[in-house]
């Protein structure tokens, strides 16, 4: 049993052009709270229908219906809409496929087809009882039990060849491949048997063209690479096994397969027992952060970008793990974490709870007092070696509803840190409501002495999502030019569920165009 939309795994794919508005009703016939977040949306002064729980909107409740508004603006490319609640995501999603306005066309060679690739992680479990029963006893939660591609798992697990996803090209064709990392909690490298990929996009942003025989992508990313029909016809092996960088967590080793098809190759036998299996590629090892950094170096907007650089707003924010000590009135059965702990995660050492009787979105529009607070800090409370060997009296977090306000119009830059609290990790970090430029990354401490010098203010990528890397840091700036309130969280869900996030209050700019625009009155109550 799963939790699906209109009974599809992946759910419809909604295919739209930039400029297009869309109204989306979603009925929760699921016995769950639900919602839905359109990832990667600018949603410009639509913060109503963003889709977080208890940070835009109250869930949908079971029986209950929402409909989402909102508007594409100066978008193109893949970007991809989920369920923002518990572990919901795990089968609801889609992709999203924003096409140029009419008339015009992409900055590079039409391609002779399209195919969403969309990766995803799977439980024979309920994934709603795996994330519960974490939540209980403390410990981290049970791997999943199998990759897919498009809602198959493909030829090596031992149940499911007969339904693996078949991707259709032919000799001298471009097949443009819109991969998006659908996954809970495990970014993923990708890859096809003995052909290129020139990258052309991420998270509905086009790219200055690479070509590489392997992309990675954490979860909540997107990337468009074009596929040349060039090779001999056959089968070829698209495949897609775990980046694992947290060393010791035990993690999904298992890899997911669909099958490149020539049109014109030679029909397999009935059944696959006689005919030639597909040809496989070679995979990268599990660790290979430097194929990681190799691939997220090489990206670069096609021209000149407008970076903000006189900064108003300079923030450091360290992202990492913690270990509750276990609380007084606990049984060890709810302690299982290491050491008698429980797990938790954090960023500037503030662990995020979320509000269950009204969203931030409403509190901050309504003035309601006692929901939030203002005085998430800018910087680190204390300073320490965050990718060495760090004092386990840092290992525990303070619990908060904590904000940070920024006034319409700010330049922002921030200096995201990964921490090797219990163990280091790259960390797939995604801000709502914005596209940033990541203008440097490195590893090690960041220095503003010396890595300020590095950063790429000419022609850095714009993402909605960075991969923080493992032992190292990202810097990204945007201007805080969409008002509402905008969570900024780790995509891997199990870290949200954890508390890695913060969010933003962005104020009302002048008049009724840098404003928020007025709830919508089926806003779903709680």
């Not at 297009?20 to 949603?43: C, F, M, P, S």
């Not at 994330?131 to 499911?160: E, F, H, W």
């Not at 490195?442 to 890397?469: A, E, I």
């Not at 032992?471 to 199990?494: E, K, Q, S, T, Y």
Request: aromatic share 10%; hydrophobic share 35%; charged share 15%.
């Amino acid at each position: 049993m799963a939790i699906t939309v209109n009974g599809m795994l992946p759910g419809p794919t909604l295919e739209v052009k930039n400029g297009d508005t869309l109204e989306i009703e979603v009925v929760n016939k699921a016995r769950y709270n639900a919602t839905i977040h359109w990832h990667g949306v600018r949603q410009m002064r639509t913060g109503w229908a963003d889709g977080p729980e208890f940070v835009t909107q109250c869930p949908i409740r079971p029986g209950g219906s929402y409909t989402y508004r909102f508007t594409i603006e100066g978008q193109e490319g893949t970007l991809w809409w989920h369920a923002h609640s518990s572990w919901l995501r795990a089968t609801v999603y889609g992709a999203i496929i924003i096409r140029p306005r009419e008339g015009e066309s992409y900055p590079f060679p039409k391609p002779k087809r399209e195919t969403a690739i969309v990766l995803g992680e799977w439980w024979d479990a309920n994934p709603i009882d795996v994330v519960r029963q974490a939540t209980m006893t403390g410990a981290a939660p049970n791997n999943s039990d199998a990759y897919t591609i498009n809602g198959q798992p493909g030829d090596l697990y031992k149940c499911s060849s007969k339904d693996t996803t078949i991707v259709p090209i032919d000799v001298g064709e471009t097949n443009l491949l819109r991969v998006i990392n659908a996954a809970l909690n495990q970014p993923l490298f990708f890859t096809v048997a003995n052909h290129k990929l020139t990258v052309v996009g991420a998270d509905a942003s086009y790219l200055k063209p690479f070509t590489t025989s392997v992309i990675m992508l954490g979860p909540g990313q997107t990337t468009d690479v074009l596929i040349q029909g060039n090779q001999l016809p056959a089968r070829y092996y698209m495949a897609a096994c775990a980046y694992q960088s947290a060393q010791n967590a035990p993690f999904d080793n298992t890899t997911t397969t669909a099958i490149l098809e020539y049109k014109s190759a030679p029909c397999p036998a009935k059944k696959g027992i006689n005919g030639p299996k597909p040809i496989m590629p070679s995979l990268p090892a599990y660790n290979d952060t430097n194929t990681v950094t190799a691939f997220s170096q090489s990206f670069r907007s096609p021209r000149k970008v407008e970076v903000p650089t006189e900064i108003d707003e300079s923030l450091f924010f360290t992202v990492g793990l913690g270990l509750n000590n276990c609380p007084p009135n606990f049984p060890s059965s709810r302690c299982q974490g290491p050491n008698g702990t429980r797990f938790t995660a954090s960023m500037n050492n503030v662990s995020f709870v979320l509000p269950q009787s009204i969203s931030l979105l409403q509190a901050h529009q309504h003035g309601v007092p006692g929901v939030f607070t203002t005085d998430f800090p800018g910087t680190p409370p204390l300073k320490f070696d965050y990718t060495g060997n760090v004092s386990r009296s840092l290992y525990q977090p303070v619990p908060g509803t904590k904000l940070y306000k920024l006034k319409y119009g700010s330049k922002v830059q921030i200096v995201i840190q990964d921490t090797s609290i219990v163990t280091p990790e790259n960390h797939p970090i995604h801000l709502h409501g914005y596209d940033f430029y990541i203008v440097a990354e490195g590893f090690g401490n960041f220095d503003p002495k010396t890595d300020t010098s590095k950063f790429n203010l000419v022609d850095p990528p714009q993402r909605n999502t960075v991969g923080v890397p493992v032992n190292g840091w990202a810097a990204i700036r945007f201007v805080a030019d969409n008002p509402g309130v905008w969570i900024m969280h780790c995509h891997l869900d199990v870290h949200i569920t954890w508390g890695l996030a913060m969010a933003f209050v962005v104020e009302n700019g002048l008049g009724e165009l840098q404003s928020l625009q007025a709830p919508p009155p089926d806003l779903p109550i709680c």
